[in-house]
């Protein structure tokens, strides 16, 4: 549609934002209240029609950077695409809307166009926007504690259910660290920046910077509560509770989680006592493909793939996580 005009997002309309965001973001309550909108740092982009927004998205910027079991140096420019809304009333104004915003996303430079947490069946839209859709990067764990809500919040059959509990009591999840010395911290140093770089170095093809300016504007995240512990073998992990606020589902995240295969195992063990602890109904995780047998070691043994779109000029896997991908923003 020639009357759909997509702009810089213009500060002063964020009231009229938050309205549609409510409005047409049913699933995501918390984007309309705005605390998550205001604290991101992003680009922002809108679609009008006859001067009323009728879609939004976002792209944030990550520089992600070559390992050494890469082949090559220096780093990309991701950009990350999220919260995609549209106007639902007019299929003309919300394919309009929703081509004109991606178009922009993928015509912001320096931001090579990245995302993850597509709606199933999509993939082949984004090939013919000339985007590769990548499988043998990226895969979500879990153990699930109680099964039938998971799967009831999936549309799966709960027949699986007395399955995946027989699996828990076979591979039993271990609560104590084994390698080392695990502690509980409040905020990331500087001076651990080069640890972690070193580490994703030497684990992964292409991997997103961490450093302390990201990680602490990570916790500072409006209405979340993270956990955070460091291993004296060198490593961390972050994780919290979420509770889905439109559907019964109550889950513990693994945000992030960097160290050595030792201190990985151990604490992964802090965000599986916790799960036990609080009574969650399960833990997730999103990570390499690579890592697929640590998180098994771990308990986390329910694995599958997790696309990711990304530029096909891009020949290295990608390893994201929850934090890298800004799906840890929603519940």
């Not at 920046?193 to 170095?201: I, K, T, Y």
């Not at 993270?226 to 995240?253: E, P, W």
């Not at 916790?274 to 329910?302: E, H, P, Q, W």
């Amino acid at each position: 549609m020639s009357d759909i005009t997509i702009q810089d997002f213009d500060d002063s309309r964020t009231d009229e934002l938050l309205a549609f965001l409510t409005r047409w973001s049913a699933d995501h309550p918390e984007l309309g209240e705005g605390d998550i909108i205001r604290w991101q740092k992003c680009d922002r982009f809108m679609a009008l029609h006859e001067d009323r927004i009728v879609g939004y998205i976002a792209q944030i910027p990550h520089q992600f950077r070559y390992g050494a079991g890469s082949g090559r140096e220096g780093a990309e420019q991701i950009g990350w695409a999220v919260t995609l809304v549209l106007n639902m009333s007019d299929d003309k104004i919300r394919r309009s809307a929703g081509r004109g915003l991606l178009t922009r996303c993928e015509q912001n430079p320096p931001w090579q166009y990245a995302g993850v947490g597509m709606v199933p069946g999509i993939e082949k839209a984004y090939i013919r926007r000339g985007h590769a859709v990548r499988t043998d990067c990226s895969r979500s764990y879990a153990r699930l504690l109680q099964p039938e809500k998971a799967l009831a919040y999936e549309g799966k059959s709960l027949i699986y259910a007395p399955a995946i509990r027989a699996v828990n009591a076979l591979f039993r999840a271990s609560r104590k660290p084994k390698h080392g010395e695990v502690r509980k911290i409040d905020s990331f140093k500087p001076e651990w920046d080069a640890r972690w770089d070193d580490l994703l170095s030497r684990q992964y093809e292409l991997y997103g910077k961490r450093d302390a300016e990201y990680l602490n504007h990570k916790l500072a995240q409006p209405n979340r509560d993270y956990h955070v512990y460091t291993h004296s073998d060198g490593g961390y992990i972050v994780f919290r509770q979420a509770i889905r606020r439109t559907g019964d589902l109550n889950l513990v995240k693994v945000c992030d989680l960097v160290g050595t295969p030792q201190a990985r195992a151990d604490l992964l063990t802090f965000a599986v006592k916790y799960t036990y602890d609080i009574g969650a109904y399960g833990v997730v995780a999103m990570g390499a493909a690579s890592d697929r047998g640590t998180y098994r070691k771990a308990g986390l043994y329910i694995s599958r793939r997790y696309p990711i779109v990304m530029s096909p000029e891009i020949k290295a896997r990608m390893h994201i996580s929850f934090f890298d991908s800004d799906l840890d923003n929603l519940w």
